[in-house]
């Protein structure tokens, strides 16, 4: 079993839609939770942090199930721009990333 | 402005080369680190630095080795023993040496084996 675990997907939404992806993990030790957002060829860019009490950054949610051992990510109101993929980072005494979820948003 | 910066962008090495990529960071992060992306997987943790003078392999550290003279600089090199060397690296940074801190990614450097 993987470690962090995500479907690849493709999602293909239009705009303004609203959509989400999970991630679980396997360590249930895991202390820190992040979102990053890769653009095709370039680097992972931090999205945000995931915190036990959920958060929201804008038009993006995350949230934390330690008892299930997931975390999502609510995207609402798509834009062309969030086109991207996802990828889920867990942190126990090092960095786990899931392999990513990559999204398109299309007209 | 503040940042971490990857050179080259674009590698092409020969069979039986070694290479080394380069990383710098103004940040003044304590930490660094090399993955290593490989399509359809996640990144894998080659080494991490979390003070100058001192470093620990990862997961994947054969046929890899790096140096950690300066606090600013984390250079990795791809020796000939690494036997699949075409991949996407990254290098990162994390302002406490906590490994499981959030990090700052360069732009990365596609190396390609001929």
């Known amino acids: 079993r993987k470690e962090v675990e995500q479907d690849p997907g493709p999602f293909n939404v239009p705009e303004g839609a609203t959509v989400a992806f999970n991630c679980t993990y396997s360590?249930?030790?895991?202390?820190?939770f992040f979102w990053y957002r890769q653009d095709c060829r370039k680097e992972p860019k931090l999205l945000m942090s995931?915190?036990?009490s959920g958060n929201e950054d804008g038009r993006f949610t995350a949230q934390l199930n330690r008892a299930s051992q997931y975390i999502s990510l609510l995207i609402r109101d798509s834009k062309l721009s969030d086109s991207a993929t996802y990828l889920c980072v867990v942190g126990y005494n090092d960095m786990r990333f899931g392999a990513g979820t990559r999204l398109t948003v299309k007209p | 402005d503040g940042g971490i910066t990857q050179s080259p962008k674009y590698l092409f090495r020969k069979e039986g080369q070694n290479v080394t990529l380069s990383c710098e960071q103004n940040?003044?992060?304590?930490?660094m680190y090399w993955y290593r992306q490989d399509p359809g997987q996640g990144l894998r943790l080659i080494y991490y630095?979390?003070?100058?003078?001192?470093?620990q392999k990862g997961d994947i550290a054969e046929g890899y080795s790096v140096s950690r003279e300066k606090k600013e600089s984390f250079p990795l090199t791809v020796t000939s023993a690494q036997k699949n060397p075409t991949a996407f690296y990254l290098c990162a940074s994390s302002v406490r040496d906590y490994r499981n801190d959030e990090q700052f990614f360069g732009p990365g450097t596609r190396l390609t084996v001929l």
């Open positions: 630095s979390q003070i100058v003078n001192d470093f």
């Open positions: 940040l003044n992060h304590d930490a």
């Open positions: 995931v915190y036990s």
């Open positions: 360590n249930s030790a895991s202390q820190s």
